[in-house]
């Protein structure tokens, strides 16, 4: 499964930005589909996970109610919208898929990744 992020770039705090991933290469309904981000120096870090059908999401407290991940399997595509932001989200945003059948936050529990897109929220 290849994946590729897109719609990055420069927002003020407050602003929004969606992201776009684009899945090629394999069965897409096959994978939950996961978000996470790494500013420098930092860990990568989960960001939203959602479900082969699209129906259950999931998020850490630090985006709950500022970001929503969905998917179009019609499309083979997974989006993340990130409102509210806040300089602290700044970093490079990756798109990630898995094989598996629970809820999964670490990055060992992903199988494919893209190269990450980045995000830079100006003060």
């Known amino acids: 499964v290849q994946l590729v992020e897109s719609g990055g770039g420069l927002v003020q705090a407050g602003g929004s930005l969606r992201l776009s991933c684009a899945a090629s290469g394999g069965t897409f309904i096959n994978y939950a589909m996961g978000w996470f981000r790494q500013a420098p120096g930092k860990e990568r870090e989960f960001v939203a996970r959602i479900s082969r059908t699209g129906v259950n999401t999931y998020y850490p407290d630090s985006v709950k109610g500022r970001f929503t991940i969905a998917r179009d399997n019609a499309k083979n595509s997974v989006y993340l919208q990130m409102n509210s932001l806040k300089p602290e989200d700044t970093a490079v945003y990756y798109c990630?898929?898995?094989?598996?059948?629970?809820?999964?936050?670490?990055?060992?529990?992903?199988?494919?990744w893209g190269p990450g897109t980045q995000v830079t929220v100006s003060s």
């Open positions: 990630a898929a898995s094989a598996a059948n629970i809820i999964v936050v670490a990055t060992t529990g992903y199988d494919y």
